[in-house]
């Protein structure tokens, strides 16, 4: 039973990281939000976009998957009239920067260094066990042309728009930004709504890393600031502080069984993360997680790789 649903998990995840010969996006709808500010939050299918709207043009964060680049572009017009400006992207993943090649004709595509690097060569991806996917390299059009390191700051539509490099998260090329005057932040996947999350280990992801990241991530927000998740609603630091506590309590919990020496097939048949399991989901589901953390914490791959190409 439980590999039936960590094939389950593996054929979702893959379905949510497809090309558009997997998917059928002509009933792909767009949903405009406004946040807070000159920032709205636009969704459709793969990652949520924000998108800083005013006089000097529009500054959109992330851009979903390729064949849904003319509705985002359709989204964007019903807002406003003013140019796209810049793109910034939160992390390499295909659901997140599809429509690159499509916006970059527009205005460049800003990204921390490991996200051009990632897109540039491709290669795998997955938690280090029963999810993993083979990404080819992206198109020269579609690879950031402005690259950072540690931040980079936008001065745009009133807005000091910022976005900081937190390392070794979601991914190891992870940025959430910052849009201080519309008291809104954008936490790419570093913080999602679906449950447990993602942690792409073989992309340089580590739960310590993402523990680390979002702590530092709420140490610096007002109480009442506007959160986009990188998947689901529109959020508050109170969700973002509950999720931040389920990470810490799920690592803390596979930290102490293996120092008791237990082997990760012994932790799936304890079922030890239970106390969470409303977080399980169907896209990553108790075993997935556990998997994940237990390959994060001890930097070892488990069991045979599923291939979704």
Not at 15 to 27: C, E, P, R, V
Not at 73 to 81: E, F, P, R, V
Not at 133 to 141: G, K, M, V
Not at 254 to 263: D, H
Request: glycine share 10%; charged share 20%.
């Amino acid at each position: 039973m439980r590999r039936t649903y960590i094939l389950l998990a593996a054929c979702i995840f893959a379905a949510i990281l497809s090309t558009a010969q997997n998917q059928d996006f002509s009933k792909v709808q767009m949903k405009v939000t406004k946040v807070s500010g000159n920032v709205y939050m636009i969704e459709g299918s793969g990652g949520n976009i924000g998108a800083s709207v005013g006089d000097d043009g529009i500054v959109i964060v992330d851009d979903q998957y390729a064949p849904l680049a003319d509705k985002i572009q359709a989204a964007l017009k019903g807002i406003t009239d003013k140019p796209v400006r810049f793109i910034i992207n939160t992390h390499y993943h295909p659901d997140h920067t599809g429509g690159n090649a499509y916006f970059q004709k527009q205005a460049p595509i800003i990204a921390q260094d490991n996200v051009r690097k990632r897109l540039e060569s491709g290669g795998g991806l997955g938690n280090g066990g029963s999810i993993h996917r083979e990404n080819p390299p992206a198109p020269h059009e579609a690879l950031p042309i402005i690259t950072f390191d540690h931040d980079i700051t936008v001065h745009v539509n009133g807005e000091d728009i910022r976005a900081l490099y937190f390392p070794a998260g979601h991914t190891d090329g992870d940025s959430i930004i910052f849009f201080p005057h519309s008291n809104v932040v954008h936490m790419g996947d570093d913080f999602v709504t679906y449950g447990f999350p993602f942690i792409d280990v073989e992309s340089g992801g580590s739960i310590n890393g993402m523990i680390d990241g979002v702590t530092q991530v709420v140490s610096q927000l007002p109480p009442d600031v506007k959160v986009i998740p990188g998947h689901g609603p529109l959020s508050t630091l109170d969700d973002v502080r509950a999720y931040l506590t389920m990470l810490k309590e799920t690592r803390d919990a596979v930290q102490k069984a293996l120092k008791e020496g237990q082997t990760l097939d012994q932790m799936k048949q304890a079922k030890l993360l239970e106390p969470w399991k409303k977080y399980s989901g169907e896209f990553v589901n108790q075993d997935v997680f556990l998997e994940t953390l237990y390959n994060s914490l001890t930097g070892q791959k488990t069991g045979k790789l599923i291939k979704h190409n």
